[in-house]
């Protein structure tokens, strides 16, 4: 299944253009599900899903919480987080990218990610209630 999202997300970033890594994390652990990057920046896979899942809590903690939250580092690089229902994509792109349509896209994109990851969810504790599919796809990505 973690390949299946994978592939899915370079689909996707091939479609936005200055869209360069994308990370697809659980919101209840902060886990991250899949990710893929154009180019070899896998050392901050961990270090964004981090900070999205941060962004997710903080907004929590308001009245109105996010749904969306666009981030810029100093070097101008945009870190798009999107809210799902039961997971948070995060986009990591240039900084001449057009937020507004890539905000749109990558919003219907997860989506998509999020009726997958609920049905997937739904298998998985109909054969073990206490297991979390996060945990599923860390461990097999560990295996290979």
Same mark, same amino acid.
């Given at each position: 299944m973690q390949d299946v999202i994978e592939k899915h997300i370079k689909t996707v970033m091939t479609k936005l253009i200055g869209v360069n890594q994308m990370i697809v994390s659980s919101k209840r652990s902060g886990d991250v599900i899949a990710a893929?990057?154009? *180019? &070899?920046?896998? /050392?901050?896979i961990e270090n964004v899903a981090a900070l999205s899942s941060t962004l997710y809590q903080l907004s929590q903690a308001s009245e109105k919480p996010l749904d969306s939250s666009i981030f810029? *580092? &100093?070097?101008? /690089?945009?870190?798009?987080?999107?809210?799902?229902?039961?997971v948070i994509l995060s986009a990591i792109?240039?900084?001449?990218?057009?937020?507004?349509i890539s905000r749109m896209y990558l919003k219907k994109f997860t989506d998509g990610i999020d009726k997958a990851y609920k049905k997937a969810q739904v298998s998985v504790k109909a054969e073990?209630?206490?297991?979390?599919?996060a945990s599923i796809f860390r461990s097999l990505s560990e295996g290979q």
């Open positions: 893929a990057s154009k *180019f &070899a920046r896998k /050392e901050n810029e *580092f &100093a070097t101008g /690089e945009k870190l798009f987080t999107i809210m799902g229902d039961d792109s240039d900084a001449s990218v057009q937020m507004g073990s209630k206490n297991c979390e599919l």
